[in-house]
């Protein structure tokens, strides 16, 4: 909460009188009890400020110093992400010395990096890379109606257990009902074949 310089002055003032922040915590509700009461930290800022530049009113932060850090801090997180592209923000932040939140803003801002999620792939073995090749030049072949009437299947597993969605179930009570849903530890599931047809779809189930 900001104070105004009549409020800092008194705050001052009785530190150096009673030199205990809860008896200038009690002073200050009684001189001012509309405003909220400052806590230990604001005290001993402005008691602080005081002392080191003779004012009571609010320093600003010196820019330049601020442009040198953000630089300097910027510099190293630039090699960093060239050596590590897969370093996390807070290993990134902890390593350089400064908060996550600079160290994002460096990123975005200064550097102008986007962090890409990973893909996940289906891993393709030695002997795949001709199969693939053999089906495409085959498939190519094929005269145009032969598409239609092309069978494409899956494998999938069926669970048993009916899925409860705890982001989106509600009950409104007024009080707490404490329901809940039990489920197995292990889910009983089943292994089947899914068959999808262009024109239709349906199932097979091999239990």
Same mark, same amino acid.
């Given at each position: ?7 800092? &002055?008194?705050? &001052? ?19 001012? /009890? ?5 806590? %230990? ?17 609010? +320093? ?7 442009? #040198?850090?953000?630089?300097? !801090?910027?510099?190293? +997180?630039?090699?960093?992400? *060239? ?9 990134? !932040?902890?390593? &350089? ?7 994002? %803003?460096?990123? %975005? ?10 893909? #996940? ?17 085959? *498939? ?15 494998? !999938? ?13 509600? #009950? ?11 489920? /197995? ?13 262009? #024109?239709? *779809? ?6």
């Amino acid at each position: 909460m900001k104070f105004d310089i009549t409020q800092r &002055v008194f705050l &001052v003032k009785k530190i150096y009188e009673s030199s205990k922040i809860y008896l200038v915590q009690r002073a200050f509700r009684s001189q001012y /009890p509309k405003d909220s009461t400052p806590s %230990h930290k604001a005290i001993k800022n402005i008691v602080s400020n005081f002392e080191k530049y003779g004012s009571v009113a609010r +320093v600003p932060p010196n820019k330049k110093i601020l442009d #040198q850090k953000r630089e300097m !801090a910027k510099n190293e +997180v630039e090699k960093l992400v *060239s050596d590590f592209p897969q370093l996390a923000i807070r290993k990134a !932040a902890s390593a &350089v010395g400064v908060s996550a939140t600079l160290v994002y %803003h460096i990123l %975005h801002d200064d550097l102008h990096l986007k962090p890409y999620k990973f893909h #996940q792939w289906h891993k393709l073995e030695e002997g795949d890379y001709n199969k693939r090749l053999n089906f495409a030049t085959w *498939s190519l072949n094929l005269p145009n109606p032969a598409l239609n009437h092309i069978i494409f299947s899956d494998e !999938a597993y069926f669970y048993l257990t009916l899925p409860s969605n705890n982001q989106n179930n509600r #009950q409104w009570s007024e009080s707490n009902p404490c329901l809940g849903v039990e489920t /197995p530890l292990h889910d009983e599931n089943f292994f089947g074949l899914v068959w999808n047809f262009r #024109q239709s *779809s349906f199932w097979t189930i091999l239990l």
